[in-house]
């Protein structure tokens, strides 16, 4: 019988949402913890919302790209075994038990990444290495813009991509050809996110499937404004000529807000 026709119950949980000892939810054993619950309580859905990596104001509906994954959400633990990071290379606490400190965790856990990947393209097994530029390959449509994207972000100490220099915000061929060569390391390191937060969710999605609950997400209908697909694809946004949304998306006054919603996302030119 298909999910869609059988009647069936679950929770709504964001991973971020669970408690562990890296200061914020990951796709790790706390994961696999509450499958175990939901299994257990007879659930047989899990749904979460966006695991896209965050931007202004940490929300999952305003992320820096529609395809990439989280780099917060990867687990530290797993790429301690697959010998990425040292063991005990971080400390351990049940941090955010209560709530999320997004700032703190954003400047701990970009540190031990960063160390993660640096150690990954030294001494990582050959067959590691190849796994990794096979997904590289694959992924390449949206994967090449996102990582020189976020590189070019970290370069320019987070500034979103409509207040960088003139010729990387235009994507200047000249820009971006040195930006590649000068950011590669940087460059290759968001690759790596990518590609092992691609083997733990697809890992954990197994694991789910396993115990007969299936994972569904909830994928926005719009792109944040400061995102790689906005700068990668202008000519698919209804745009201005400095590269500002003409009209931008929203809701009307309802039952809910009296005087509407304005989101902000910039429109697709549908044409």
């Known amino acids: 019988m298909s999910i869609f026709t059988q009647r069936r119950?679950?929770?709504l949980l964001h991973p971020t949402a669970l408690?562990?000892?890296e200061g914020i939810g990951t796709l790790g054993k706390e994961a696999r913890r509450f499958?175990?619950?939901l299994a257990s309580a007879g659930q047989s859905l899990w749904q979460i919302l966006p695991l896209g990596p965050v931007g202004y104001g940490f929300s999952p509906y305003s992320t820096l790209s529609a395809f990439a994954g989280s780099p917060l959400l990867i687990d530290l633990e797993t790429l301690e075994a697959e010998g990425d990071l040292p063991v005990e290379s971080f400390p351990r606490q049940q941090s955010n038990r209560d709530r999320i400190d997004f700032e703190a965790t954003i400047r701990t856990k970009t540190a031990l990444l960063r160390q993660a990947a640096d150690r990954f393209f030294v001494s990582a097994p050959e067959e590691?290495?190849?796994r990794f530029h096979h997904f590289c390959h694959e992924q390449a449509a949206w994967l090449d813009d996102y990582a020189l994207f976020q590189a070019v972000r970290n370069d320019q100490d987070g500034l979103p991509w409509m207040e960088w220099p003139e010729p990387l915000r235009a994507r200047s061929s000249t820009a971006l050809r040195e930006a590649r060569l000068r950011l590669s390391e940087e460059i290759h390191r968001q690759q790596y996110y990518q590609f092992?937060?691609?083997e733990q969710w697809q890992t954990l999605k197994a694991y789910a499937n396993e115990k007969g609950v299936s994972v569904f997400g909830d994928?926005?209908?719009f792109v944040a404004e400061d995102s790689a697909d906005v700068w990668a694809h202008p000519?698919?946004?209804l745009l201005d000529n400095r590269g500002k949304p003409s009209k931008v998306a929203?809701?009307?006054p309802d039952y809910f807000s009296e005087t509407g919603q304005r989101w902000g996302n910039p429109l697709y030119d549908w044409k």
């Open 219 to 221: 994928i926005p209908i």
């Open 9 to 11: 119950s679950g929770i």
């Open 196 to 198: 092992v937060f691609v």
């Open 235 to 237: 000519e698919i946004f």
């Open 35 to 37: 499958i175990d619950f």
């Open 128 to 130: 590691r290495i190849s």
């Open 250 to 252: 929203g809701v009307p």
């Open 19 to 21: 408690s562990g000892p």
